[in-house]
């Protein structure tokens, strides 16, 4: 098993030590052709905007959209959630389009408003865990399909369509790697598994 790690900016080093104290093989993911040998992929936290820039520029941007559309897990959190998102309800960025779910950036404020919090999450863990959230988005809406995993304050904050699942937070900080694990072993492990389409907007 291979996950690749979207290595253009934010915190993909992060995500690999993760993967690498699970015992699974990770793959930095900077040209396209390094998405061909991965059996699931990680879209970790950053600057969006900057995020989805480069991705167009080198060509990254249509081979994931593809390669997420054709089954293969993925797992965003944070800038990564806004990345795999339908819509975005302020300040636009342009994304993969491949969760429908309507999302709100920078939702909790500028930097010096990041915070954490102890919440448990449906089908990872009945016992509460650290969620870590920096210049975090929410997910404000999401469509018929779309399992609702966690809700913090009211707001989601974990959803789950089909082989993709979006985090509003930064799992790889806490030193908690229940996340990580649910991903494997329930959504990459199963990765031969017939997987449901998109929906449309």
Excluded: W
Excluded at 11 to 32: C, P, S, T, W, Y
Excluded at 58 to 68: D, P, R, S
Excluded at 90 to 113: E, F, H, S
Excluded at 129 to 153: K, M, N
């Amino acid at each position: 098993m291979i996950i690749g790690v979207l290595a253009i900016q934010g915190a993909f080093f992060e995500h690999m030590d993760v993967l690498k104290r699970l015992n699974v093989q990770g793959k930095l993911i900077k040209k396209v052709s390094d998405l061909e040998v991965i059996d699931g992929l990680i879209l970790p936290g950053g600057e969006s905007t900057a995020m989805a820039k480069q991705m167009k520029e080198n060509g990254l941007f249509e081979a994931i959209t593809h390669k997420i559309n054709e089954g293969c897990p993925v797992m965003g959190t944070c800038a990564g959630l806004i990345l795999l998102s339908k819509e975005i309800s302020n300040q636009p960025v342009q994304t993969l389009g491949v969760m429908d779910i309507r999302v709100k950036r920078n939702a909790y404020g500028r930097q010096l408003d990041s915070f954490s919090t102890m919440a448990s999450i449906k089908k990872i863990s009945e016992t509460p865990i650290e969620l870590v959230f920096i210049r975090a988005p929410y997910i404000e809406e999401v469509g018929d399909d779309v399992e609702v995993l966690c809700v913090v304050d009211n707001h989601i904050v974990v959803a789950q369509q089909n082989h993709c699942l979006a985090l509003a937070f930064h799992p790889e900080l806490s030193g908690i790697d229940v996340i990580h694990q649910y991903f494997i072993d329930t959504m990459i492990k199963k990765e031969s598994q017939p997987h449901g389409s998109v929906s449309n907007p």
